[in-house]
């Protein structure tokens, strides 16, 4: 059994080399040796260049400061230092071979080329850092403010504490480093699915906390669902008077522009989606007239089901009154949420929900169509999307590839269309781009992370057997069955780390895809869960999606990524985030031991 | 009491929610997890408030008891359960409830495997209350009982932050089975005090009454024992992740007092590469990788972090003796668990004086035999009964005869085939504690931990099976719940089947998630366990458990047990919309 973290705590105290550790003039004994380099940052960097392993203490009178100064900074300068100041990261292995060297830093200047740069989608978030031999302050430079906060994430990582004597009790950062950083995907995010479940407003701030520790740059708020809408809009408050599951599980005016300001001043977007036509049995409570076949059973025996999952209800595309709610929706969202990207859904649109109702059953027998009903709904509200309210629409995929109801293209210019795919894994990102969107990639194969978590229906039979599954049963319970989840297995940080979301496409096609989504949506998941459901493994798809999940050989470094992971997601604890382990602590503790292959 | 019947009128006076719906089928408006044998609630239903100064009446006979009593006491104003659905029940404007009762026939018997868990639980429409039982531990569920028939009024009015209570109920109640338990490896990961006590809360809440604490594995060592303080000092994680004797002397002291009793496993002769650090003589392949060369047929463990006790090693028997020394003085319950799973040809060969045995004639089995031979009268001179893994007696490659284990003190816990091996267990005439993998294994279906693992970056491998989980997929609460343990067993080979396990291995678990990963799944074989999971027709009745769950769940979470959600929230409000079948 090998020495425990706080152990070789102490053991690199009374090292040779730590001996010579000093706040002296750098170098004046020894030379700190070489080695490689191990700087713990998540996501890794694209590049550092550290020659020597040498640390610095953090002065107890740290500060960053500007210039120029910007509001946009403000909020995330004030967190940092508090953050830089505070945080005693006591790493599982700390590093044992190195020196302290150098005059405490007591300044962290960030220069910021172009301060006005709006948040936005493909917004600049490059930055440059080096903490310079010899010098009290170090340094990020970058185009904008929100390539500012990424290098303040990475400051912040870079310090821990090691304890040594020579440190003062002050925290330590690598001296002499120069980190150079850029992000492969310009949208890297989260779906959070608030409808299903309702999440306190301090849950979603602590979501997008962790998020910006991880250099996600997108919330996806996947805000309402047939289950419950729990948005107060101005224009059309009873919505979520009828449709909360209770009036303390809303989100108020002030509650989302809290939030939307939260994650600004941590340089992450907030798109809001409400879902729509499907997804939208939450409605009926205040408008019953725009919805079909709400409150009914959703798997009417012996007929098509009414919806993929409990809870029925589609907006009725031949009600007029439809539109003048739609819009209302839109309107107060666009006011809400400042983001250029708004998500209006349209996923899942059943057509037996459709055809419960009369009007739509004497349209579809005068000779009128579900891709009809679809198209009139997308005419009667996209083009008011985008051309009053000024916003790019995302879909979901279902809009163009739906296998039963979907549009044609003219419906959907490209220009200001996104689409967000989730079926097929690869095949559908190809479908999508090479029909000349762009595309968000949230495979459902790699990016949900509610898949492998069974079936959550009730009064389901399939659990109830006995015996080892044989031979002419469908396997459902055993090894290989999917015990009731559709899109099973659950998907590990290895799985969602792997993934290549440009796979199979040409450079012209990879051009067109953002980035990608983990999605969670909240059937079994509400506040007592949620950051171990997201944690650490929207961490994996963070890292993919900022720096590859290659090496420089080119190999996949998911190997790599685990001893790293393990210690990110110690320190993500040690933040205050719930997020679950991904091995026993002996992994980490003995590395290379807990791999498949060594 | 004017203030309070005036306070009432206010109540009585308020709209019913929207929400409220019918009782349906076998459930009333307020219900109890796990769902007694027995209770009836004269209709129409009627509640009493429980008055400020209530308070619970136990003889001084037995300080468990005593303490529970104040606990509950306590329990019901800290709690004041706010319902999902409130119950659209009239609260009789009679007199509130000043006092429980508990009536107790045998106040000195002790806690151990099948004491008498029944109890009475009668509350009267005039607002007097009693529990009566044969042993405080049956007082003590009868505790719990009383504590779940209680909510706050809610609504509006001045009423609306009284404490309520169902009145006219009469409860009789008593086990299925008398084992019904939580296995919790602390060895994979360290839990800090802190979890194993609530967890133990929330075990009793749910009327489970053995805490099988899986102390050690090859991961790690934390418990500190006084002859062998070495084991931990070499073997646990870290200095603030070992379990000192004070910590251990609180766990069982705080399981005593909610009638948990607390079964230590020190798993050997496998699973003790953490033993290595101090004894390394006594520990074969230890530090060595787990699958050479990626074979699984060349492996040293059944996972990373490879160890084993060597029987040939005289050191062995010398630790293992101050070990089960030990632990028999630190934990009192009758039961010692000694482990025996997943011995490893591999780890044994990989060492010359176990291979110079081999070439000489040995077996393996025999190996196993020597050590069994030696551990299993040291736990019986200890005056324990000793609980094994099932891989002793059936693991194809190594195991040993019966003579050596004898079934008047040996109980075996099952895990690997289902039904089929609790049966084997039986037959041989051993008693069985049920943990089967295929439903009681509460990590399964949560993909591999095990790092450099290319399945996952291969489009065509064989991911898409079970993700890297052996014992795929996850298993939900239903099917937790409809496990008939004693499925396909003769009423004779039944009557030896003691209970089950619901087991929390923890490669992937730790402080930050333990709750959800545990609970509710651990209440579903704790109701099946306890009163079972049939209706009075005789048919599942996993359709109507599904909201009483979801109010249990919810009650757990207000008591700060961070149970998962099994549903959405939406379906508790619609009974039977959520149903896969209406």
């Given at each position: 059994?090998?020495?425990?973290?706080?152990?070789?705590?102490?053991?690199?105290?009374?090292?040779?080399?730590?001996?010579?550790?000093?706040?002296?003039?750098?170098?004046?004994?020894?030379?700190?040796?070489?080695?490689?380099?191990?700087?713990?940052?998540?996501?890794?960097?694209?590049?550092?260049?550290?020659?020597?392993?040498?640390?610095?203490?953090?002065?107890?009178?740290?500060?960053?400061?500007?210039?120029?100064?910007?509001?946009?900074?403000?909020?995330?300068?004030?967190?940092?230092?508090?953050?830089?100041?505070?945080?005693?990261?006591?790493?599982?292995?700390?590093?044992?071979?190195?020196?302290?060297?150098?005059?405490?830093?007591?300044?962290?200047?960030?220069?910021?080329?172009?301060?006005?740069?709006?948040?936005?989608?493909?917004?600049?978030?490059?930055?440059?850092?080096?903490?310079?031999?010899?010098?009290?302050?170090?340094?990020?430079?970058?185009?904008?403010?929100?390539?500012?906060?990424?290098?303040?994430?990475?400051?912040?990582?870079?310090?821990?504490?090691?304890?040594?004597?020579?440190?003062?009790?002050?925290?330590?950062?690598?001296?002499?480093?120069?980190?150079?950083?850029?992000?492969?995907?310009?949208?890297?995010?989260?779906?959070?699915?608030?409808?299903?479940?309702?999440?306190?407003?301090?849950?979603?701030?602590?979501?997008?906390?962790?998020?910006?520790?991880?250099?996600?740059?997108?919330?996806?708020?996947?805000?309402?669902?047939?289950?419950?809408?729990?948005?107060?809009?101005?224009?059309?408050?009873?919505?979520?008077?009828?449709?909360?599951?209770?009036?303390?599980?809303?989100?108020?005016?002030?509650?989302?522009?809290?939030?939307?300001?939260?994650?600004?001043?941590?340089?992450?977007?907030?798109?809001?989606?409400?879902?729509?036509?499907?997804?939208?049995?939450?409605?009926?409570?205040?408008?019953?007239?725009?919805?079909?076949?709400?409150?009914?059973?959703?798997?009417?025996?012996?007929?098509?089901?009414?919806?993929?999952?409990?809870?029925?209800?589609?907006?009725?595309?031949?009600?007029?009154?439809?539109?003048?709610?739609?819009?209302?929706?839109?309107?107060?969202?666009?006011?809400?949420?400042?983001?250029?990207?708004?998500?209006?859904?349209?996923?899942?649109?059943?057509?037996?929900?459709?055809?419960?109702?009369?009007?739509?059953?004497?349209?579809?027998?005068?000779?009128?169509?579900?891709?009809?009903?679809?198209?009139?709904?997308?005419?009667?509200?996209?083009?008011?999307?985008?051309?009053?309210?000024?916003?790019?629409?995302?879909?979901?995929?279902?809009?163009?590839?739906?296998?039963?109801?979907s549009v044609g293209q003219t419906v959907l210019p490209h220009d200001t269309t996104v689409l967000q795919?989730?079926?097929?894994?690869?095949?559908?990102?190809?479908?999508?781009?090479?029909?000349?969107?762009?595309?968000?990639?949230?495979?459902?194969?790699?990016?949900?992370?509610?898949?492998?978590?069974?079936?959550?229906?009730?009064?389901?039979?399939?659990?109830?057997?006995?015996?080892?599954?044989?031979?002419?049963?469908?396997?459902?319970?055993?090894?290989?069955?999917?015990?009731?989840?559709?899109?099973?297995?659950?998907?590990?940080?290895?799985?969602?780390?792997?993934?290549?979301?440009?796979?199979?496409?040409?450079?012209?096609?990879?051009?067109?895809?953002?980035?990608?989504?983990?999605?969670?949506?909240?059937?079994?998941?509400?506040?007592?869960?949620?950051?171990?459901?997201?944690?650490?493994?929207?961490?994996?798809?963070?890292?993919?999606?900022?720096?590859?999940?290659?090496?420089?050989?080119?190999?996949?470094?998911?190997?790599?990524?685990?001893?790293?992971?393990?210690?990110?997601?110690?320190?993500?604890?040690?933040?205050?985030?719930?997020?679950?382990?991904?091995?026993?602590?002996?992994c980490p503790m003995h590395p290379r031991m807990c791999h498949l292959s060594q | 009491m004017a203030t309070?019947?005036?306070?009432?009128?206010?109540?009585?006076?308020?709209?019913?929610?929207?929400?409220?719906?019918?009782?349906?089928?076998?459930?009333?408006?307020?219900?109890?997890?796990?769902?007694?044998?027995?209770?009836?609630?004269?209709?129409?239903?009627?509640?009493?408030?429980?008055?400020?100064?209530?308070?619970?009446?136990?003889?001084?006979?037995?300080?468990?008891?005593?303490?529970?009593?104040?606990?509950?006491?306590?329990?019901?104003?800290?709690?004041?359960?706010?319902?999902?659905?409130?119950?659209?029940?009239?609260?009789?404007?009679?007199?509130?409830?000043?006092?429980?009762?508990?009536?107790?026939?045998?106040?000195?018997?002790?806690?151990?495997?099948?004491?008498?868990?029944?109890?009475?639980?009668?509350?009267?429409?005039?607002?007097?209350?009693?529990?009566?039982?044969?042993?405080?531990?049956?007082?003590?569920?009868?505790?719990?009982?009383?504590?779940?028939?209680?909510?706050?009024?809610?609504?509006?009015?001045?009423?609306?932050?009284?404490?309520?209570?169902?009145?006219?109920?009469?409860?009789?109640?008593?086990?299925?089975?008398?084992?019904?338990?939580?296995?919790?490896?602390?060895?994979?990961?360290?839990?800090?005090?802190?979890?194993?006590?609530?967890?133990?809360?929330?075990?009793?809440?749910?009327?489970?009454?053995?805490?099988?604490?899986?102390?050690?594995?090859?991961?790690?060592?934390?418990?500190?024992?006084?002859?062998?303080?070495?084991?931990?000092?070499?073997?646990?994680?870290?200095?603030?992740?070992?379990?000192?004797?004070?910590?251990?002397?609180?766990?069982v002291e705080f399981a005593m007092s909610r009638g948990v009793r607390v079964v230590p496993e020190i798993?050997?002769?496998?699973?003790?590469?953490?033993?290595?650090?101090?004894?390394?003589?006594?520990?074969?392949?230890?530090?060595?990788?787990?699958?050479?060369?990626?074979?699984?047929?060349?492996?040293?463990?059944?996972?990373?972090?490879?160890?084993?006790?060597?029987?040939?090693?005289?050191?062995?028997?010398?630790?293992?003796?101050?070990?089960?020394?030990?632990?028999?003085?630190?934990?009192?319950?009758?039961?010692?668990?000694?482990?025996?799973?997943?011995?490893?040809?591999?780890?044994?060969?990989?060492?010359?004086?176990?291979?110079?045995?081999?070439?000489?004639?040995?077996?393996?089995?025999?190996?196993?035999?020597?050590?069994?031979?030696?551990?299993?009268?040291?736990?019986?001179?200890?005056?324990?009964?000793?609980?094994?893994?099932?891989?002793?007696?059936?693991?194809?490659?190594?195991?040993?005869?019966?003579?050596?284990?004898?079934?008047?003190?040996?109980?075996?816990?099952?895990?690997?085939?289902?039904?089929?091996?609790?049966?084997?267990?039986?037959?041989?005439?051993?008693?069985?504690?049920?943990?089967?993998?295929?439903?009681?294994?509460?990590?399964?279906?949560?993909?591999?931990?095990?790092?450099?693992?290319?399945?996952?970056?291969?489009?065509?491998?064989?991911?898409?099976?079970?993700?890297?989980?052996?014992?795929?997929?996850?298993?939900?609460?239903?099917?937790?719940?409809?496990?008939?343990?004693?499925?396909?067993?003769?009423?004779?080979?039944?009557?030896?089947?003691?209970?089950?396990?619901?087991?929390?291995?923890?490669?992937?678990?730790?402080?930050?998630?333990?709750?959800?990963?545990?609970?509710?799944?651990?209440?579903?074989?704790?109701?099946?366990?306890?009163?079972?999971?049939?209706?009075?027709?005789?048919?599942?009745?996993?359709?109507?458990?599904?909201?009483?769950?979801?109010?249990?769940?919810?009650?757990?979470?207000?008591?700060?047990?961070?149970?998962?959600?099994?549903?959405?929230?939406?379906?508790?409000?619609?009974?039977?919309?959520?149903?896969?079948?209406?």
């Amino acid at each position: 059994m090998a020495a425990s973290p706080y152990f070789l705590l102490l053991l690199f105290l009374f090292h040779p080399l730590a001996a010579l550790a000093s706040l002296a003039p750098a170098r004046s004994q020894a030379p700190p040796p070489r080695v490689p380099q191990k700087v713990q940052v998540w996501p890794k960097p694209v590049s550092i260049s550290w020659p020597l392993a040498a640390y610095t203490p953090i002065s107890p009178s740290f500060s960053i400061r500007a210039s120029p100064s910007h509001p946009s900074l403000r909020h995330a300068i004030a967190h940092y230092t508090r953050l830089i100041r505070t945080e005693r990261h006591a790493p599982i292995m700390a590093p044992v071979n190195y020196t302290i060297v150098g005059v405490p830093i007591r300044l962290l200047a960030l220069s910021v080329s172009d301060p006005d740069v709006p948040l936005g989608p493909g917004v600049d978030e490059s930055y440059t850092l080096s903490v310079p031999p010899n010098s009290s302050s170090a340094d990020i430079s970058s185009a904008t403010p929100w390539g500012a906060i990424r290098g303040l994430e990475t400051f912040s990582q870079l310090a821990w504490s090691s304890g040594a004597a020579a440190a003062g009790g002050q925290p330590i950062v690598p001296s002499d480093i120069q980190i150079s950083d850029h992000p492969l995907f310009t949208h890297r995010g989260i779906l959070l699915d608030t409808a299903r479940n309702y999440y306190p407003v301090r849950d979603i701030l602590r979501t997008i906390r962790a998020m910006a520790a991880n250099k996600l740059n997108v919330f996806h708020w996947h805000i309402t669902d047939s289950q419950s809408f729990p948005i107060v809009l101005p224009s059309v408050p009873n919505l979520a008077n009828f449709g909360s599951y209770s009036p303390a599980m809303r989100y108020t005016d002030q509650d989302v522009r809290r939030i939307v300001r939260f994650a600004e001043a941590f340089g992450i977007r907030v798109i809001p989606e409400i879902d729509m036509p499907g997804h939208a049995g939450s409605w009926a409570g205040a408008y019953p007239e725009i919805v079909t076949c709400a409150n009914k059973f959703w798997a009417p025996t012996a007929k098509p089901a009414l919806a993929a999952e409990p809870c029925t209800g589609q907006l009725n595309p031949l009600n007029p009154k439809t539109y003048r709610v739609a819009q209302d929706v839109l309107r107060d969202l666009a006011a809400l949420f400042p983001d250029p990207y708004l998500h209006a859904g349209a996923d899942e649109v059943n057509t037996a929900c459709w055809e419960d109702d009369p009007v739509v059953r004497g349209f579809l027998a005068d000779g009128g169509s579900h891709d009809r009903l679809l198209e009139l709904f997308l005419n009667a509200t996209r083009p008011f999307l985008v051309h009053e309210l000024n916003r790019t629409s995302v879909y979901w995929e279902d809009v163009l590839l739906g296998p039963k109801v979907s549009v044609g293209q003219t419906v959907l210019p490209h220009d200001t269309t996104v689409l967000q795919t989730w079926n097929n894994g690869a095949e559908n990102t190809k479908r999508i781009v090479a029909a000349g969107y762009r595309a968000i990639v949230s495979s459902a194969s790699y990016y949900y992370l509610d898949c492998g978590h069974g079936g959550w229906v009730g009064n389901d039979s399939r659990y109830d057997v006995q015996e080892k599954e044989h031979d002419g049963m469908p396997l459902f319970n055993d090894p290989g069955g999917t015990g009731g989840s559709w899109c099973a297995p659950f998907k590990t940080w290895q799985r969602i780390y792997d993934y290549d979301i440009l796979h199979g496409l040409t450079e012209d096609e990879a051009r067109r895809v953002l980035g990608g989504e983990v999605a969670l949506w909240s059937e079994q998941s509400d506040a007592t869960v949620l950051d171990g459901r997201l944690w650490p493994r929207a961490s994996a798809a963070a890292e993919t999606l900022w720096s590859g999940n290659k090496g420089s050989n080119g190999r996949k470094r998911y190997a790599n990524a685990t001893v790293r992971l393990n210690e990110w997601r110690h320190r993500m604890v040690a933040r205050g985030i719930r997020a679950e382990p991904i091995q026993p602590l002996w992994c980490p503790m003995h590395p290379r031991m807990c791999h498949l292959s060594q | 009491m004017a203030t309070l019947l005036l306070r009432l009128l206010f109540l009585l006076g308020s709209p019913a929610t929207l929400l409220t719906c019918a009782a349906a089928g076998a459930s009333f408006p307020v219900n109890v997890w796990p769902k007694p044998t027995s209770m009836s609630w004269a209709e129409p239903h009627a509640a009493v408030p429980v008055s400020p100064s209530f308070h619970i009446v136990a003889s001084s006979g037995n300080p468990y008891l005593v303490s529970a009593a104040e606990r509950y006491a306590k329990l019901l104003f800290k709690e004041m359960y706010r319902p999902i659905v409130r119950p659209a029940i009239n609260v009789t404007a009679g007199n509130a409830l000043e006092t429980l009762t508990l009536a107790v026939s045998d106040l000195a018997a002790p806690l151990q495997h099948g004491v008498d868990e029944s109890y009475t639980l009668e509350i009267l429409p005039t607002g007097a209350a009693t529990v009566t039982a044969v042993t405080a531990w049956g007082a003590m569920r009868g505790l719990e009982t009383f504590s779940q028939l209680s909510w706050r009024a809610g609504g509006r009015g001045r009423g609306r932050d009284l404490l309520l209570v169902a009145a006219g109920v009469r409860v009789e109640d008593r086990p299925l089975y008398p084992h019904r338990g939580l296995m919790l490896d602390t060895g994979r990961t360290y839990f800090p005090v802190s979890d194993i006590l609530r967890t133990i809360d929330a075990m009793a809440a749910n009327k489970m009454n053995v805490f099988h604490w899986h102390i050690t594995d090859s991961q790690s060592f934390p418990i500190v024992l006084p002859s062998e303080p070495s084991l931990a000092e070499k073997g646990a994680y870290g200095e603030d992740m070992k379990y000192t004797v004070e910590d251990v002397k609180r766990i069982v002291e705080f399981a005593m007092s909610r009638g948990v009793r607390v079964v230590p496993e020190i798993d050997s002769p496998g699973h003790t590469a953490s033993w290595a650090g101090a004894y390394p003589e006594a520990v074969t392949c230890a530090g060595k990788f787990w699958l050479p060369d990626g074979d699984w047929n060349r492996r040293l463990a059944a996972e990373p972090g490879a160890g084993q006790l060597n029987p040939l090693a005289p050191k062995t028997y010398e630790v293992i003796t101050n070990v089960v020394n030990d632990l028999t003085s630190l934990f009192p319950d009758g039961f010692y668990h000694a482990g025996a799973d997943e011995v490893t040809p591999g780890c044994w060969q990989a060492d010359p004086t176990i291979q110079a045995d081999l070439e000489r004639g040995g077996t393996l089995s025999q190996l196993l035999e020597r050590y069994v031979s030696a551990v299993h009268p040291l736990v019986v001179s200890r005056n324990r009964t000793a609980v094994f893994w099932e891989d002793v007696l059936l693991d194809a490659a190594v195991n040993v005869s019966t003579s050596l284990i004898p079934p008047d003190t040996t109980i075996l816990q099952s895990w690997n085939n289902g039904a089929n091996n609790t049966k084997l267990i039986v037959q041989a005439g051993y008693r069985a504690i049920v943990s089967s993998a295929s439903f009681y294994y509460l990590d399964c279906g949560h993909g591999d931990f095990v790092g450099n693992n290319s399945i996952y970056d291969d489009p065509n491998s064989d991911y898409k099976a079970d993700g890297g989980s052996w014992c795929g997929p996850y298993k939900t609460w239903q099917r937790v719940y409809d496990y008939d343990i004693a499925y396909g067993l003769t009423p004779e080979e039944a009557q030896l089947v003691i209970g089950g396990e619901v087991a929390m291995w923890t490669e992937q678990v730790d402080t930050a998630v333990l709750d959800g990963r545990v609970w509710p799944r651990a209440s579903a074989m704790a109701e099946a366990l306890w009163s079972g999971n049939r209706d009075a027709s005789g048919r599942k009745r996993y359709a109507e458990a599904t909201d009483r769950l979801i109010d249990w769940r919810q009650r757990m979470v207000g008591r700060g047990v961070r149970a998962e959600p099994i549903q959405p929230l939406w379906c508790r409000t619609r009974p039977g919309m959520c149903n896969a079948v209406q």
